[in-house]
């Protein structure tokens, strides 16, 4: 495994954790940025990027993205700058809204299943749109499989035409009332995965407690890993993680037991086939 570098993606803040939960987790554009510096600084090379109103609430105002990728562009030369599609920050056409300033990647959603109070509602028209806005700006998708028909979709799009290879496919475990965190299921994931898009890479999140469980079983089995406030505030049930920056230097901690390298933004951009910047 010494020369599989692993790539760590933090998700800063999401659209659910709010500072009554952990007070460490960011807000404001300004916090984004100074947890995302911190976290890149200890090892992560993605940011999985939501935008948030002054008094907390969801957004995906253009405007407050190009205000955050400015911030981090300037902050965190190099780094990958990834967008969220999702569903809980707005709704239809709205959550391809900020696209158009092309950021390195952004998540997408192939299908719908349900959330702990919802429907995550991913239709096909939809997911379709967002997918040719992010071959139109040359946004790489994250393709975001809650359920296995989600993988066997992505694939599909791949060989539409609708997304371009090679995937990136993340498993997103522990969603309540969607795919809990199983590691036969894990493993066929990753079986499917490398029998039906032979090219594609692939990532682990592991929500709430569940978060160390991803990190781990993504980094032991060659895969990349997530971690952040937006899946998890706490270190361990007695304890809020102080920063993103600790929940990603746990993710280190893994690398080196199974001697992983943790890898660069050089290294995470030629993994995932993105452009060197120089910015």
């Given at each position: 495994?010494?020369?599989?570098?692993?790539?760590?993606?933090?998700?800063?803040?999401?659209?659910?954790?709010?500072?009554?939960?952990?007070?460490?987790?960011?807000?404001?554009?300004?916090?984004?940025?100074?947890?995302?510096?911190?976290?890149?600084?200890?090892?992560?090379?993605?940011?999985?990027?939501?935008?948030?109103?002054?008094?907390?609430?969801?957004?995906?105002?253009?405007?407050k993205?190009?205000?955050?990728?400015?911030?981090?562009?300037?902050?965190c030369?190099?780094?990958?700058?990834?967008?969220?599609?999702?569903?809980?920050?707005?709704?239809?056409?709205?959550?391809?809204?900020?696209?158009?300033?092309?950021?390195?990647?952004?998540?997408?959603?192939?299908?719908?299943?349900?959330?702990?109070?919802?429907?995550?509602?991913?239709?096909?028209?939809?997911?379709?749109?967002?997918?040719?806005?992010?071959?139109?700006?040359?946004?790489?998708?994250?393709?975001?499989a809650?359920?296995?028909?989600?993988?066997?979709?992505?694939?599909?799009?791949?060989?539409?035409?609708?997304?371009?290879?090679?995937?990136?496919?993340?498993?997103?475990?522990?969603?309540?009332?969607?795919?809990?965190?199983?590691?036969?299921?894990?493993d066929?994931?990753?079986?499917?995965?490398?029998?039906?898009?032979?090219?594609?890479?692939?990532?682990?999140?592991?929500?709430?407690a569940?978060?160390?469980?991803?990190?781990?079983?993504?980094?032991?089995?060659?895969g990349?890993?997530?971690?952040?406030?937006?899946?998890?505030?706490?270190?361990?049930?007695?304890?809020?993680?102080?920063?993103?920056?600790?929940?990603?230097?746990?993710?280190?901690?893994?690398?080196?037991?199974?001697?992983?390298?943790?890898?660069?933004?050089?290294?995470?951009?030629?993994?995932?086939?993105?452009?060197l910047?120089?910015?």
């Open positions: 495994m010494e020369n599989n570098p692993c790539i760590i993606c933090v998700a800063i803040t999401g659209s659910v954790p709010t500072k009554q939960n952990n007070p460490a987790v960011p807000i404001s554009i300004a916090e984004q940025i100074e947890s995302t510096h911190e976290s890149f600084e200890v090892g992560a090379s993605i940011a999985h990027c939501h935008v948030r109103n002054d008094d907390g609430s969801t957004s995906s105002d253009p405007e993205f190009a205000s955050l990728k400015e911030g981090l562009e300037k902050h030369k190099g780094m990958i700058l990834q967008f969220s599609t999702g569903g809980r920050s707005g709704a239809g056409l709205e959550r391809g809204s900020m696209l158009s300033l092309s950021p390195d990647m952004a998540s997408l959603s192939v299908g719908s299943n349900n959330f702990p109070t919802r429907v995550y509602e991913n239709p096909p028209d939809l997911v379709n749109w967002l997918a040719k806005e992010m071959l139109k700006y040359n946004v790489k998708p994250e393709i975001e809650f359920d296995l028909s989600h993988i066997f979709q992505a694939v599909k799009m791949q060989k539409d035409g609708c997304l371009k290879d090679p995937l990136h496919i993340q498993f997103v475990m522990g969603v309540k009332n969607a795919m809990p965190v199983d590691k036969q299921v894990f066929f994931y990753v079986k499917t995965v490398k029998r039906l898009s032979p090219n594609a890479t692939w990532c682990g999140a592991g929500i709430g569940n978060q160390i469980v991803l990190n781990e079983w993504s980094i032991k089995a060659g990349h890993t997530r971690t952040g406030l937006e899946d998890n505030i706490r270190l361990d049930k007695d304890n809020l993680a102080p920063s993103n920056a600790a929940l990603v230097k746990r993710a280190t901690e893994l690398c080196n037991k199974y001697n992983r390298p943790v890898a660069s933004w050089q290294q995470a951009r030629k993994i995932l086939q993105l452009p910047k120089n910015n």
